[in-house]
């Protein structure tokens, strides 16, 4: 794909958790046996809409069906193209909205994952967004959704999600429903003017984060303020270095611990696909600290950080959290030869906060913002 477009014409995509909300709200516009538009339209997380094409419905009674292809805009990835189905049937005229996996939606079959071992996997903010969705159209009625993708199991085979424990198809994914370009060019082009603007507003101490999820994280629960918190992707090193030159005084690394533990092992670009050590540093740090064989092969079962993590407070090894994020704020301050001060606060998935070093507690204290975690 060509890199040399003007930035602003960087086209969004729109997430498979965005597409299976869409196709659920237009399979219950044809149960009520709505007139359809070419588009549907859907709330997003952040109180936005989205608007994308139809691509083919199946009306009938008590159930109907809608499809929306997948378009990842100009970071089109494996999943882009792909068919989402959604089939609603009605059920009641009172109740809840039931959302279920079907042909080409993964199973979970491990744990540490956001979802319970035998779900869908459609993940949290999907499945509210699907949820949001039919209400627009069936407020009160009892609904059941249930999202297929029909070549999903043969792409799931070229994700992660297999050594993931998630089988027999894709996940719906998605924090904030779009899609936005974060190839290194793109984002050098689309999110350093977020850089530039913290400068703008006074800002000497800046919150860095990986995505829309930590973003809502450093938002919501440490209420920084909006623009001093930037969305670095997968380029931490970059990120550093650039606030450096810009005269930044401070940085909090705000993220998941499977993002940020990468930190803690001197890796400064974090795609998986560049490095995925996620696992051999943590239960390396784990064995220096002392943690028994028998712990760190249990340690070692747990297909994602997250399970890990949970595991290890679960032991009391909170300590070993705290190490690493405490490593991860040394070894970036190191990258930028002194120029920051770093902190780092490591969370799970749920926003709570798990590891974090005395600097990034003293930062958040000193500039008013709020400390949500215990002694």
Not at 184 to 189: D, G, L, N, Q, Y
Not at 242 to 267: T, W
Not at 290 to 297: E, F
Request: glycine share 10%; net charge negative; charged share 20%.
């Amino acid at each position: 794909m060509a890199r040399d477009k003007d930035r602003h014409t960087w086209r969004e995509g729109y997430t498979t958790g965005s597409c299976a909300a869409g196709a659920a709200k237009t399979a219950c516009q044809l149960l009520r046996g709505e007139n359809l538009a070419e588009q549907v339209d859907i709330p997003l997380p952040n109180s936005s809409r989205l608007k994308m094409p139809i691509h083919r419905v199946e009306s009938g009674y008590p159930e109907a069906k809608a499809i929306i292809l997948k378009n990842g805009g100009d970071d089109a990835d494996i999943t882009h193209g792909l068919e989402i189905h959604a089939i609603a049937r009605f059920i009641s005229s009172q109740g809840e909205v039931y959302i279920q996996g079907g042909l080409g939606v993964g199973t979970v079959t491990k744990k540490g994952l956001a979802l319970s071992v035998g779900e869908s996997a459609i993940n949290p903010v999907p499945r509210t967004m699907i949820c949001e969705a039919v209400r627009e159209v069936f407020p009160n009625e009892e609904i059941e959704i249930t999202i297929e993708v029909p070549d999903g199991e043969t792409t799931a085979l070229r994700t992660l999600n297999p050594r993931l424990g998630v089988l027999g198809g894709i996940s719906i994914l998605g924090t904030s429903g779009i899609v936005r370009p974060m190839s290194e060019e793109a984002f050098k082009t689309s999110i350093l003017p977020e850089l530039d603007q913290a400068v703008a507003y006074g800002h000497k101490t800046i919150v860095l984060t990986p995505g829309h999820y930590g973003y809502r994280v450093a938002t919501e629960r440490f209420m920084v303020p909006a623009e001093a918190v930037i969305q670095m992707s997968n380029f931490v090193g970059f990120l550093l270095e650039e606030a450096a030159y810009r005269g930044i005084d401070q940085v909090i690394l705000l993220g998941h611990i499977g993002k940020l533990i990468k930190v803690s092992g001197g890796i400064f670009h974090t795609h998986n696909r560049v490095a995925d050590a996620r696992m051999e540093i943590l239960l390396a740090h784990a064995a220096l600290t002392g943690v028994n064989a028998n712990t760190l092969n249990h340690l070692a079962e747990f297909p994602t950080t997250e399970g890990a993590t949970t595991e290890l407070l679960l032991l009391g090894e909170q300590k070993l959290l705290h190490h690493l994020a405490n490593l991860a704020s040394e070894r970036a301050q190191a990258y930028t030869f002194g120029r920051l001060s770093v902190g780092t606060i490591m969370t799970l998935l749920n926003g709570q906060a798990v590891g974090w070093d005395p600097l990034a507690r003293k930062i958040v204290q000193e500039q008013g913002w709020i400390w949500p975690v215990e002694p």
